[in-house]
């Protein structure tokens, strides 16, 4: 077994640098926790970027991969596989008619979204698309240029046209911005990457107005939201209404690769054979796991329970605002909970790290919490003890 400095060395000079690495190989994962390859043991409250939302190595999910890797793992679209259209029955059922395109991760899905939203408005001259200031949709070209977020879209113009920006939650920002050219509307009901910011109830209904009135298309990216994050299968559940278009992925596949659209009635139709496809798309592998995912989350009453761990973590961090004065405000829905301090958060981070604790640094100043939904008590009270220690010993310096 080759050793942790062998393997970062072979990292940096075999492996493009796109991420801030830290100088750690997992090599294993049960539940909350993951090991490294020197043995050390990490309670993961942020798993995957909440990909792992049943946490890691779940045994349905493991179960359902091992089953159908011996019976067929991948075929070519142009042929039906049985285990694709359960899946859109399954996601349909849980959120509202429609039809599905399957992908292979959030931005692709995304991707897909905006395609098919200027298909839609080709037939009427429509183009521009409207999304959020502090918004996060991915890493391709035009999922940066929807990405309201500079730093991301920082050297890779030109960018793809038509894109405009608002300040997340300001309604008048949004109807000024609407013009004969607008097609759609598209939003994170809770920014991730922004800084775990949550959409107010009475703006999304006037948003939802808005966009009936001017026949516009609304785009929820549930990709971080959805499966049950937020204490609803769907974060737009919260908010008494349903978009057109919704994308999903992370926690959809427990692990494996997936991602997905969900088109309403009005749009569903629009692509034509050879509009759009995925190789990889919906997969027999990738979809007996997001179907294990789904069974699991139904059969063990789970959005219960992230409603129940969602406000024993919020209250444990609450507690801590009142202890430390560095700490400006808890919010957040769920399992995904943010806590904005009036100090950088990066060495924060890399202490918490040091005590074998992962969590996440978001926007330079916001901690992410977004452990896995199975998450238990006795694992929240951990973290917080580790937490804790390092907030004290940032106060004692």
Same mark, same amino acid.
Request: glycine fraction near 12%; proline fraction near 4%; hydrophobic fraction near 40%.
């Given at each position: 077994?080759?050793? +942790? ?37 990490? *309670? ?11 946490? @890691? ?10 089953? $159908? ?14 285990? $694709? ?7 349909? $059922? ?7 395109? %399957?992908?292979?991760? #959030? ?8 395609? *098919? ?61 609407? +013009? ?26 006037? *948003? ?7 026949? /516009? ?7 971080? +939201? ?7 299968? %769907?974060?737009? !559940? @919260? ?11 992370? +926690? ?11 088109? #309403? ?5 629009? %692509?034509?054979?050879?509009? @759009? ?7 027999? *592998? ?28 919020? #209250? ?38 040091? !005590? ?6 978001? &926007?330079?100043?916001? /901690? ?26 940032? &106060?004692?310096?």
């Amino acid at each position: 077994m080759s050793t +942790t400095m062998e393997l970062i060395e072979d990292y940096n000079a075999c492996v493009m640098k796109t991420y801030g690495w830290n100088p750690i190989v997992m090599v294993k994962g049960k539940g909350s926790w993951v090991w490294d390859n020197d043995g050390k043991k990490y *309670l993961d409250f942020f798993p995957g970027w909440a990909v792992s939302g049943l946490g @890691h190595c779940h045994p349905g999910v493991v179960k359902a991969i091992k089953k $159908q890797a011996s019976l067929l793992i991948h075929m070519p679209n142009n042929f039906m596989t049985e285990l $694709q259209p359960l899946l859109a029955k399954k996601i349909i $059922q849980h959120a509202y008619p429609g039809k599905c395109f %399957f992908c292979n991760s #959030g931005a692709e899905a995304n991707e897909a979204a905006l395609k *098919l939203v200027r298909k839609y408005g080709n037939l009427t001259g429509r183009y521009e698309i409207i999304t959020m200031k502090k918004s996060f949709h991915g890493r391709t070209i035009a999922a940066i240029t929807a990405t309201g977020q500079e730093k991301y879209r920082e050297g890779f113009g030109p960018l793809v046209p038509g894109f405009k920006y608002v300040e997340f939650g300001n309604i008048e920002a949004l109807k000024n911005a609407v +013009t004969e050219k607008t097609v759609a509307v598209m939003l994170e009901p809770v920014q991730g990457e922004g800084g775990i910011n949550v959409a107010g109830k009475s703006y999304m209904e006037s *948003l939802k107005a808005i966009c009936d009135e001017k026949n /516009l298309l609304l785009i929820f990216d549930e990709i971080q +939201t959805g499966m049950g994050r937020t204490g609803q299968m %769907f974060a737009y !559940k @919260h908010f008494g209404i349903v978009p057109d278009i919704m994308t999903l992925a992370k +926690t959809l596949g427990g692990g494996v690769p997936i991602g997905a659209i969900l088109a #309403g009635k009005k749009i569903c139709d629009i %692509f034509s054979p050879g509009d @759009h496809a995925s190789t990889f798309g919906g997969n027999p *592998l990738a979809c007996a796991a997001a179907l294990a995912v789904f069974k699991f989350i139904e059969e063990n009453d789970l959005l219960n329970k992230v409603v129940k761990q969602g406000k024993y973590l919020e #209250g444990k961090l609450e507690k801590l605002k009142g202890k430390y004065g560095f700490i400006r405000e808890i919010r957040g829905i769920g399992l995904m909970l943010g806590m904005e301090l009036s100090i950088s958060g990066d060495n924060i981070f890399k202490k918490c790290l040091e !005590k074998g604790l992962i969590i996440n640094c978001t &926007s330079g100043n916001v /901690l992410r919490f977004v452990p896995s939904m199975t998450v238990t008590k006795s694992e929240i009270k951990t973290a917080m003890k580790i937490i804790n220690e390092v907030f004290s010993e940032i &106060s004692e310096n």
